[in-house]
């Protein structure tokens, strides 16, 4: 490909496409090129007038327009298949808005269509893998340098969200509008940045509860244990009603141990050797001595903390310059969209464990019963259609 | 009663009971005196000759003697129960210590017995609850101050223990001599702690890794959630194989949150209204502001930090000298041992979760199924015979 930039067309132009648009405009992405907006409301056009680029209030217009090489799916979560299908279908590229969809039934389908189309590029908004803090954290324990993972916690309440969030539109919070609550909405930033650390899970134990602390049909409350085999598990705890708010996660490895703090400050407490060579050459003697002050344990474990500026403002951004980069010149992607699947499942595994009372297989995810369970509770909420396939 | 000390016999004079003998042989428990030491092994006749108190082999014996007005029971854990039941009937009171037996039947037993006998004192050695952090912790938690409970987690690995601790005797980390790991041993005093603060939960999901890190046959690893009922959660992290350690316990409630940091630093988040009152008044935009720092949150919410000194060396002499003031004048005693039963409970609890794979019962706990979830693995192991009911 010979051309420089991207014509990126944002299809959604409600508080996120609004947000890619307005930073587009401002040339902050070298690669990329506002090209043009799509929404169903008609009233959006005067954005679109603004930045001087064609509006379309039907999406299947603007991808036979010709006037867009790629774009961005800012849709409610059960329309990214669908219109990133329709796209790759056109031959334009698709950066899909996290989650890759609801349920895993449908992201299948986008994943099939996506990898019968190789010469297209279609990659996931997960913004947060642009974070340093994550990219160095993932590198540490990926390496092997601290050996195997023993157990992992995170805590993430810092999506507090006020019962008019909640109250804006009709499908949000809903089952058949939305899919689910914090676990689809919120914490799919973590669900993927977890397990792309720490690695994918086997199974799922969880207790959710839907309607809390706000006025909903979903859960706004989370806790999750998760199975990594060979002993290994984690618990991930996630909400909406925390207003002060915790993130802390902690990682347990053979050789040493991770704290992370406010997704800022990292703290990690070095091994001199693997905990079990330390544990077999001493005794309840040394034990005593270590806990009372009274040994010197910088021959045991040595601590380094290490605090990053907040990229926040910068993540966006930089995915869609990475995503047209590889369009243009096949730079790695930072999130392929095949690695969507990971965080959907999860949460569906939690969704069908939190609905049924026991453990689900991960390894083995049973989608139909996930989707029969789902459209349960879209029928009972009687807002929306029940979801086929697709 | 006119009489103004308390002659206190100690039965198992091992490294606990050791430590007993030796602060009351220096006067530091001004109302109970050291009356007398029993042990299996007569090697340990010499440290009763050199404080001058009557030594005994056989702990039968030592409550027939006349010697001693109470006794604690520093033996085996499975011996707590038979010990406690021998002393009751020959009109001796009893201090228990933790955990009050292995199984719910015996410890229901020994309350039953124990229960028959209100002339006499018995208690449990729960120490830690006279540390002033945690009972300062429970009296706002239980004030209802800062509302009902949503969630709390407490990652308590503080527990390390090398290989060569669980090599020093045959029945220690065995089921048939111990009756468990982590939880049985260690875990008992925040098992304890945090129902005390936070209530009796009614169900336990956990995940347990047997021998994971250690050469033993219990488990030395633990990540369990349990159900407080109403949507309220929690999850419990126990192990002894992390070198550095991790003490942090989270509460979250209706009017604010309260973080323990490594059992001496306490931070509490008070909510100027409910949270959900909050919530009810504030849209997106107060999200947007509160996060990007362009809120002055002091108005939402304060915290207050506060570092506790240790009170580790003074826990053990306040339980003994609040159970012998009981006896003497009927002061209310810090652990009556019918608290002892909730610990135990729990502890089997997520023991038959982890050996089932399911949801368990707190409420109406199966403690035959328990019982004879444990008799198989006694029997497997082949080295103590299984339990009967007592």
């Known amino acids: 490909m010979t051309q420089s930039t991207i014509r990126l067309g944002i299809i959604g132009h409600g508080a996120q496409g609004g947000n ?15 090209a043009a907006i799509c929404d169903v409301d008609e009233g959006k056009r005067a954005k679109a007038d603004e930045y001087g680029v064609p509006f379309f209030s039907e999406y299947l217009e603007l991808l036979d327009s010709g006037v867009v090489d790629a774009v961005v799916t800012t849709v409610p979560h059960y329309l990214h298949p669908e219109v990133t299908m329709a796209a790759l279908d056109r031959g334009v590229h698709v950066l899909v808005e996290k989650p890759a969809g609801v349920y895993t039934k449908q992201v299948r389908q986008l994943l099939d269509h996506a990898a ?17 803090l994550y990219q160095d954290l993932r590198e540490l324990v990926q390496s092997g340098e601290l050996g195997k993972l023993r157990h992992t916690n995170w805590i993430i309440t810092t999506w507090w969200r006020p019962q008019g969030y909640y109250d804006q539109s009709e499908w949000r919070a809903t089952w058949g509008g939305e899919g689910g609550g914090v676990l689809v909405n919120q914490a799919p930033h973590q669900l993927d940045l977890w397990q792309w650390i720490c690695g994918v899970p086997k199974s799922v134990f969880a207790k959710l509860a839907f309607g809390f602390r706000r006025d909903i049909a979903v859960e706004d409350e989370v806790t999750a244990v998760v199975d990594f085999g060979e002993g290994a598990t984690g618990t991930f705890i996630t909400c909406t009603h925390d207003l002060p708010g915790t993130d802390r996660l902690e990682i347990l490895l053979d050789g040493g141990k991770i704290v992370v703090d406010k997704s800022n400050t990292v703290t990690v407490t070095r091994l001199s050797a693997p905990e079990q060579e330390l544990s077999k050459s001493m005794d309840m ?9 009274g040994a010197d344990t910088s021959t045991l474990m040595s601590t380094t903390s290490k605090t990053y500026d907040s990229s926040w403002g910068d993540q966006h951004p930089t995915v869609i310059e990475n995503f047209s980069a590889n369009i243009l010149d096949g730079t790695p992607l930072i999130a392929p969209v095949e690695d969507g699947m990971h965080g959907v499942r999860l949460a569906n595994a939690i969704h069908l464990s939190g609905w049924t009372g026991a453990e ?12 029969a369970e789902l459209n349960r509770r879209i029928a009972d909420e009687g807002k929306f259609d029940v979801r086929t396939e697709n």
Chains 1, 2 share one sequence.
């Open 20 to 34: 890619y648009s307005s930073f587009l405009s401002q040339g902050r992405v070298s690669n990329t090129t506002l």
């Open 116 to 132: 019968s189309k190789p010469e297209l590029t279609t990659a996931i908004m997960f913004n947060q893998r642009t974070n340093p």
């Open 285 to 293: 003697s040394d034990v005593m001595r270590i806990f009372s002050g």
């Open 360 to 371: 689900v297989s991960i390894e083995n995810f049973d989608e139909d019963r996930y989707l």
